[in-house]
T-cell receptor
């Protein structure tokens, strides 16, 4: 079946502009995660949605970052007033539930802020 | 199927070292070993990663066997707050095709 998809695959934007990154999870997966991976770093957790519960936003690096998940499916990560340090690969993952379920990752969006 | 195998659960006494094993016998030469943990209702937290040398940071140590087919995460002085599910994954950084977390090890630190 279809895996996790993300769009766009690559995004180049100018400093100060807003960007929106999209994630389509695997159908039926109730949990959705956003991560980012900067050059030389491990995966950095950003935000976690589980069903209809309030998301865990503890990983968002600043108030310029926000995410929503509509109808328990598609999610959008928005970065306002982008900065060069926002350049990274942004990964989305989904799983059947929360703990102990495998997370299936999408291919990521490579964001470059110039 | 995940590229790693881990025990389903482990217990550790508070204050003692917790040693969490992971087998990754099919690891390729350019894949790194990463460890994450997930505390109930929170997202995964990065712990440590390595390629072939042992690594240490403020959270843990990572011991990788010479043949790289297995590794051990060591929490030197486990606390109750270390109770979590610990995930070992192998991946090529920035090449995330088919990357998945396995089921992980549920570590329970007991007083």
């Amino acid at each position: 079946g279809a895996g996790v998809s993300q769009s766009p695959s690559n995004k180049v934007t100018e400093k100060g502009k807003d960007v929106e990154l999209r994630c389509d999870p695997i159908s039926g997966h109730t949990a959705l995660y956003w991560y980012r991976q900067s050059l030389g770093q491990g995966l950095e957790f950003l935000i976690y949605f589980q069903g209809n519960s309030a998301p865990d936003k503890s990983g968002l690096p600043s108030d310029r970052f926000s995410a929503e998940r509509t109808g328990g499916s598609v999610s959008t990560l928005t970065i306002q007033r982008t900065q060069q340090e926002d350049s990274a690969v942004y990964l989305c993952a989904s799983s059947l539930g929360g703990l102990v379920y495998e997370q299936y990752f999408g291919p990521g969006t490579r964001l470059t802020v110039t | 199927d995940a590229k790693t195998t881990q025990p389903t659960s482990m217990d550790c006494a508070e204050g003692r070292a917790a040693n969490l094993p992971c087998n990754h016998s099919t690891i390729s030469g350019n894949e790194y070993v990463y460890w994450y943990r997930q505390i109930h209702s929170q997202g995964p937290q990065y712990i440590i990663h390595g390629l072939k040398n042992n690594e240490t940071n403020e959270m843990a140590s990572l011991i990788i066997t010479e043949d790289r087919k297995s590794s051990t995460l060591i929490l030197p002085h486990a606390t109750l707050r270390d109770t979590a599910v610990y995930y070992c994954i192998v991946m090529i950084p920035y090449n995330n095709n088919d990357m998945r977390f396995g089921a992980g090890t549920r570590l329970t630190v007991k007083p």
